[in-house]
Nanobody
Framework: QVQLVESGGGSVQAGGSLRLSCVVSGFTVEVLSVAWFRQAPGHQREGVATQGRFGNTNYADSVKGRFTISRDSAKNTLDLQMNSLKPEDTAMYYC???????????????????WGQGTQVTVSS
């Protein structure tokens, strides 16, 4: 079973940067389909960035050009570099993973079997 633990959240001013990290245990991160989701109070969970096991990457329109998803095979982590942060990026961020060979809908939360506990990101104006 895959276990995921996020870190790196915090409070920053608009325009700042944060790097979230998700430590993966139980499986090698390279063989997983992975993603970052976020949920703000009163809003539905939304997919932010996804990466299939073959490296195909997708970003939500709201974060394109600002966020970068990556894996570190040496540390067995999944990371999310967030630049030019905006107040609307404020949310709880979750990493997700699944060992399925391919995921037809990578932005659907139901596509992922394993989730972290979340890390809070707060961006002030």
């Amino acid at each position: 079973q895959v276990q995921l633990v996020e870190s790196g959240g915090g409070s920053v001013q608009a325009g700042g940067s944060l790097r979230l990290s998700c430590v993966v245990s139980g499986f090698t991160v390279e063989v997983l389909s992975v993603a970052w989701f976020r949920q703000a109070p009163g809003h539905q969970r939304e997919g932010v960035a996804t990466q299939g096991r073959f490296g195909n990457t997708n970003y939500a329109d709201s974060v394109k050009g600002r966020f970068t998803i990556s894996r570190d095979s040496a540390k067995n982590t999944l990371d999310l570099q967030m630049n030019s942060l905006k107040p609307e990026d404020t949310a709880m961020y979750y990493c997700a993973a699944d060992g399925t060979w391919t995921i037809p809908n990578p932005f659907a939360g139901a596509s992922y079997n394993d989730w972290g506990q979340g890390t809070q990101v707060t961006v002030s104006s």
